[in-house]
């Protein structure tokens, strides 16, 4: 089994039952998730050695992020704890049409307010196979711009895979800002998580076609040091019911994955990450690449089905799914 | 904003848990809702000077209703308190092919064995420019068909507009009943919820066409008083999932809103009045006719994904809903 | 109404709530049930004088068998209680595309690890109309095979009709030793609760039709004692839709029922007990076949929509169901 | 084991969780009640075959109270069911030195509004050793006061032995109509639980003494056929700290039980009931009176540490509480 | 009745369940309070016209605080939205030897990071009887310091009375900057809530006694336009059992509660600001010192025995609470 | 820090909340504990690195067991997962003077029922500087007699020191069975936590005095290798309220702690375990006798306020707890 690193964020999420309003709840259920947190958990619970690094809270929201992180066998060892609050958000889950609602609170957060790079590059590197970082990490400001080159830097430096996803979110970046992030980070990157949106808005190239085996191919021409591209494609029937599918880009190669109905979506927080989980498990395990996709589209899928932030599945789980018609009761 | 009355019963519901029969229930869950209370709220929210006039019982369970409206800025100064119990209902919800079922528990309310009218009808009405109260009302004894005439009237002359949803409930009085209070009341009636099954077994207009705006013709050239007709037509595919959409009649035009799915229902109680309620936020806003069904169709579709007998969105709310693919989390 | 008395094991089930996996689970809703435990509540909901037999731990959680079982109205007279533990399962639910997933923890059960039977057999048949037992019973041990036939013997000598549900559990038993059970208990039984799957599997009868009247034609030939025989036909959509049509045999004719779509299932586990349970009810009662099937298949679908193992409903709530649309709220 | 029916109204009982008021509370506790009901639950957990005769509403709450009876095998034979509601009442909890706080929402029941004595008389006491029955439903109408000798002297007639619990309620009569009734019920009585302040307020026994036992002795003067007083003393320190000590008057002599201090109190409602029932216990397993009184007190005092208005302790419970310094984890 | 403004910052709290550590909590309990809106809701129990002016965020949970208090009646014209975080407090609940631990998440908050006075001052304060402020929000910067001075001279202005809750929070400042800050405020103030350790540690009042009394004496003479100063005395046994007593001191007398025991503590938190409402409610009801002093320590202990942040009672039910033994079921 | 192992089966917990009886539960709280794990939490709260070895089954309960103990940072590499259940036990909480209840589902369990030592001794008590076993595990059978006997002897020649604690359990074994293992056993032990009790029944120390400093007199000179000994006294006034007060014997001295009340207790499940975590931290962390006597007795007692088997509290919190009033809320 291989030894990762995941970097970036880990927050607590609030959620109000379904059905609840959040200007209406009495009672918020409780869970602690980040999109490199989540990767990190998925990893583990395909056996991998993975080690999450980040700073918390040095109080008891941080100490809860720990348990959530080890109860999956990730060690915390590089996981710092100091002055500043745990970021947080507060989500009112969606149903049938009515949409998912997201409060963020997540400013003044210990990771965000670090004043610098606190570990050891050297030591955190020594002996990992893949480093893992997302795009909300850079977005947080200016100096995790540069500390997230650091950090890629360090990693190729130490012989380590570099693992990236783009990750966009709007409310933290301008598209302008992230794609001056993207054009100096994608080349220390070997796996990249991106979509056609990232590459027309982000990357700048031209809008011609829909199908984003082509972007892939312009991207690589961009940046050839990039083996490995992979997103899902994602249709919204309504907030219940969507249907996913994978795509995995490797060697010029598109594989797609069959496309799977959820329907009705319990959570659907954390489906992305568990997908880019699930697609460097198939890395790291030498499967195939259509034996990847198909693998982290299922991986996917079910993270749907289950609440909170991560997916709680292992290999055999995600077989069984991949290969059960589903919808027996297993006795 | 418009200054607004609404006049009606407001009632205790304790709610099992969905998959459980009420006579298995450990837990029941406390709401408290009434049509024309759940119109004050939908006013309120749209940012209208609502007050609510009613008599709960002087206890406890009165003043949680009493809370509930203040909670949304609904003015309780017409709420009266006095002996007599809280009108109830126990709700078994339903689900799929399973019909949710009522039991009431209502005789005996504060409400319904007043021995007057016990507001000074002159101060209720000064400076109000809309008047509402239901069938409901007039259903509950012969006294108060007197009295919700009286009401109308003492509406009208203080210059209100006087807003009447029929919402006919057989299990209160008969058609004949109805039908007879409606003859007198509907004379003092600017804005008329009501639909094809009223025009016909209320009203006694010959069936002879399933086009509701060929009943609300009809029913205009007999009260040309009445402005303004509306109702949602309902195709019920299961407990789950239905289609709705909402039919507005003014000044001789009949405007039909865009259909919506809604699947899965969470709580489908208080639908029509969160449409009634947008209704009458249109009129007083001056929307034009064809907004004013579209977001009354919507603001009706949102309550079916909150749990409760309210609308529990402000305008923007339902206006972001209706421009969303409504689907997507909103981070 | 008539007498009956049921027999077999009832356990302790723990349930995860939906989206929750079991290793998550800081809480577990508790039910008890078993398949003639199941099927002895049905018919004391529709009226009949039911009896169940079976032992349990003398202790709290046999004391809540009990106390769940008298609720509905069930005789506890024969349900023993001695040392032992009381069969527990647990239930993680699944939803959409996820199976429901099955954790069984019944070895050295009060039930199962019994060294004789304990019950005055005369006694217990005394006077009673029908026997009910299912291919659990004998799947419990090599002993319980044989007791299973005694009680048979017993039944039948006390001028009971028997009726036998085949419920063929692989973690149990394997398809010789079932099928060599069957061979042997057949012939003692009146009603037959058997699938296709049954007759080829169990019985060895040729696989040529996938028309299950003519493997009942089939079984009928080489069992004809047997009088009726039933079963379901369960089309799996997903975990959380399923269509249920109930087929019955009797006296050389097949009879049919319409087939009812179940969206959202809520739970279930006992749907076909409720199905066995309806058509006894309709055989005790006269019910002519046709009514019988249909009752028994609208009895079994409602059981989906509530928690827990049990039907809940009584004669008349099943018989609303199958003439209402279903999806009313019913005021 | 003795036959005994105990006669009275049950009623559905809401609690808001402790620390939460009445008019904040957003869920409630279900539980079902009643003196009669309380006392019945208790014998029949003595082991006692025990009916209970009342009418309950023909809804789902009023099949809710027949599903409680019959879980804890109380025979709901003699249990009507017809129009009218389930006699309601809220429970704010009270804690330390703030008080429990009842809402009492009972009129218009089925029990309380019924026309005439429903039963067959001879047959509902025929073979019965007891008929107990109490203070409160005479005290629901003038109609209950005649009916309720009528059931005594039915019950005498049949050769049971009757046994009354005073259980004065002001809000329901006065000390006047209960003190009338008294007179003309006591006569048929055997059995009677009822205290100094009923002696002196209903019996208008002159006030000299504080010792129960001297107005035993009056009383027994006056009605020479009751065999058997008793009573709790119940020393309030706060609402969640009580002492409690039983008190028995028997063939002359006074029996008195030790004193127990009840430290935290979880739930008080029903604990005279279960005094009551034990009590009837010892007299119908001819324990001696000294016994007799220290099982009662035991049990009441148990009561207070369970949710819900029945004792759910049976004989062997009771006793080894009685033994046990009652603090040891038993494991 | 008279008309109170109270100006503060009001706050999310977000508490475990007992016995829960919050690193361990699954689910949050929701509260909304802060030491003024306590005080506006304790006032509005009473039936005062109390308006709330703050700040809170513009989203979900700033909605939810406005819900909170308008569902008292306190009138939110004042409380303005904006950006910014609603400031966030997490409780771990102490029980029996095991202190209450409180995380505090309070930083940025749409109010603590205003910009300016946004009111309109003299508008604020027409025809207001009474301006309740309190130290923790000077403590929130150098900034407000300034404004909470402006706020009370612009009260004085219009002809206020102010009234002053020292409320001092080691966390939030210094002794010198809380005692640099009470010189310059006090002198505006009418009544004050302090006690002998702010005249010791705020003012630098020699300690010489332990008796309050010598220190208002003191506090008089440096401040003579404060007319009234209040405090309690609390005894803590452990965190479930406290002693309670308060104290008053107007026109130099000073008036002392009898002392209550609390056993046990539902939840301390906001009691002192029970205390300081019931005491501006004596002074603006003209009761006279003593009953005022009685009341409002009566009112102070009351709130130990409820959930959340303000207390829940009116006037009749402290009084009730006085005059009652206290642990009686009021039925 | 040091380098512990601990040794034990590990059992799913089944709790019924406090005042509901576990056979009318419809709810149970999940947790996962046994006396070995639970002194492994403590130690690794502490900061020690600690290594678990078990084998539990081989489904969701023994994958949720193994996430609770890595939660806590204890590593489960030599968690064992195989066939057989997980073991279980059911809890109803007593309370006042009501006692616990437990009732035992552990048989079969894939701990109990395994065939051999399954884990190579050499690598695991590599580097190792405790190992700590308790009674139950030799209570189990006769095979795990031996084998505790064998994993002592390897500890001991990998230069272990062993830590035992008796645990007497009288449903698991005789006192002769008991005794009869000590003498084999205590010759490698070197930390040993026993009391008076112990001496007596299982080493058949003569009874002549209630000063526990005697007995371990005694048992020092019976086994000089015995380093330390320890015990908690523990006075029950009832299962709310116990005393608590640990003494350490060491070197010929015997240390005291200062006794504490518990009022009320939580849990006291573990309470003992968290006892000995304590112990083991002081000896390892070389804490003079004296402060880890207090330190212990102050870890136990924390415990009891926390729902679950484990202490859940770090050093720091301890020593602040010991420092604290222990009642304040701390801001």
């Not at 020594?126 to 830097?153: K, N």
Request: proline share 2%; charged share 20%; net charge negative.
């Amino acid at each position: 089994m291989a030894k990762v690193v995941c970097f970036g964020e880990i927050m607590l999420r609030l959620t109000a039952e379904m059905g609840v309003r959040l200007n209406q709840a009495e009672q918020l259920a409780v869970y602690y998730g980040g999109g490199e947190a989540n990767v990190a958990i998925s990893l583990a619970n395909y056996g991998h050695q993975v080690a999450y690094a980040s700073k918390v809270a040095d109080n008891a929201l941080g100490q809860a992020a720990e348990n959530h992180l080890r109860s999956y066998g990730v060690s915390t060892e590089p996981l710092l704890k100091g002055s500043g609050r745990l970021g947080t958000y507060y989500v009112e889950q969606g149903v049938g049409q009515k949409a998912t609602k997201v409060v963020y609170d997540r400013q003044g957060s210990a990771f965000a307010s670090m004043a610098e790079l606190e570990w050891a590059l050297l030591e955190l590197f020594a002996g990992v196979d893949v480093f893992h970082v997302s795009g909300i990490t850079p977005a947080l400001s200016e100096a995790w711009r540069e500390w997230t080159i650091q950090l890629m830097q360090a990693a190729k430096t130490a012989g380590c895979k570099v693992s990236f996803d783009s990750n966009y979110r709007q409310t933290l970046w301008s598209q302008e800002e992230a794609g001056k992030f993207l054009q100096t980070a994608l080349p220390y990157v070997d796996y990249c998580s991106a979509g056609r949106l990232d590459a027309i808005h982000l990357l700048g190239i031209e809008e011609t076609t829909a199908d984003v085996s082509d972007y892939y191919q312009l991207m690589h021409q961009r940046f050839p040091n990039i083996q490995v591209f992979f997103s899902t494609n994602r249709v919204v029937h309504s907030t219940s019911v969507n249907e996913l599918q994978g795509t995995l880009w490797s060697n010029g190669e598109t594989y797609t994955a069959k496309p799977y109905l959820i329907d009705p979506i319990v959570d659907r927080i954390g489906g992305g990450d568990a997908f880019t989980g699930a697609i460097l498990h198939g890395l790291l395990s030498q499967k195939v690449p259509h034996e990847t996709i198909e693998f982290a589209t299922a991986a996917a899928v079910l993270k749907h089905f289950v609440k909170g932030d991560c997916n709680q599945f292992n290999e055999a789980e995600v077989l069984a799914f991949m290969q059960s018609d589903s919808a027996k009761i297993h006795r």
